[in-house]
């Protein structure tokens, strides 16, 4: 899809990968709608940039239609969705000692909003007048494509969120819309504590820069409809590339096909 004159909106806009795909979509020429559920901190983000800001919970299914809504109302239309807000608990990774609390709040994070902002995104995307191309682009994680014994409940989270994000688009590719996951590796962000990223440090690993993420949401977006459901890999330093996955052969195949569902 062509990014120039279009209209994005991003969760989670308000600190982190979020910011920074904000101001680089701007810089792409696209109007942005900046998500986050702090209000000051999107804010401050959207002003400069001539952005819409837009408080929200995006574990809340009304306040997630609503940000779209408004969104169409203010722009005319959406052509690019970046789900990408997320959050991290903090637990010993014993699951017999996991606060539900804490689960809830994750995986309303970290899926149900990719889940929300999906749907709501094809709705808004199904309104446009022209046949434009649009995209969904969801920040997973290196976590949603290998286990994460430190943190189960986030590996599951990303887990279901690639997972999401390859199976609903076959079924969207038709209408010219795209569905990407980006997958960081470890990324310097606020969900890093100081002490996290001394440990890191330590160990000589270095962090994936904000603007790396963006500059992948920007590939992942302009890639041509054939590579939807890509997942892409970002490491520090590297460009970011697409995962391979292994196919399972079997004659479940057969669900497969056009035309079932």
Request: with cysteine.
């Amino acid at each position: 899809m062509e990014l120039a004159g279009r209209v994005a909106l991003v969760t989670g806009a308000g600190s982190g990968m979020g910011r920074a795909t904000a101001r680089r979509l701007v810089d792409e020429g696209m109007s942005v709608c900046a998500v986050d559920i702090n209000g000051d901190a999107v804010a401050a983000v959207a002003e400069p940039l001539g952005a819409l800001a837009v408080t929200c919970d995006v574990s809340d299914v009304d306040q997630v239609d609503a940000a779209f809504a408004r969104c169409v109302e203010h722009f005319g239309r959406l052509d690019l969705a970046h789900l990408n807000a997320g959050v991290s608990i903090s637990w010993s990774g014993d699951i017999a000692e996991l606060d539900l609390v804490q689960y809830d709040r994750a995986v309303g994070v970290n899926l149900h909003h990719v889940v929300y902002g999906a749907r709501a995104a094809v709705r808004a995307m199904r309104q446009r007048t022209d046949e434009a191309g649009c995209a969904i682009v969801a920040t997973a994680s290196i976590a949603g494509l290998e286990p994460f014994p430190g943190d189960a409940v986030y590996t599951l989270t990303k887990h279901g969120a690639v997972a999401l994000i390859r199976s609903i688009a076959p079924k969207l590719a038709p209408e010219g819309i795209a569905a990407h996951a980006i997958c960081p590796n470890t990324t310097d962000t606020g969900m890093l504590s100081d002490s996290t990223k001394d440990f890191l440090a330590s160990k000589g690993v270095e962090l994936v820069a904000p603007e790396e993420i963006a500059n992948t949401v920007v590939a992942a977006a302009t890639s041509p409809i054939d590579m939807t459901g890509s997942c892409w890999v970002v490491n520090p330093g590297e460009p970011p590339y697409v995962f391979d996955f292994n196919d399972v052969p079997g004659p479940h195949k057969v669900l497969y096909e056009p035309g079932w569902r």
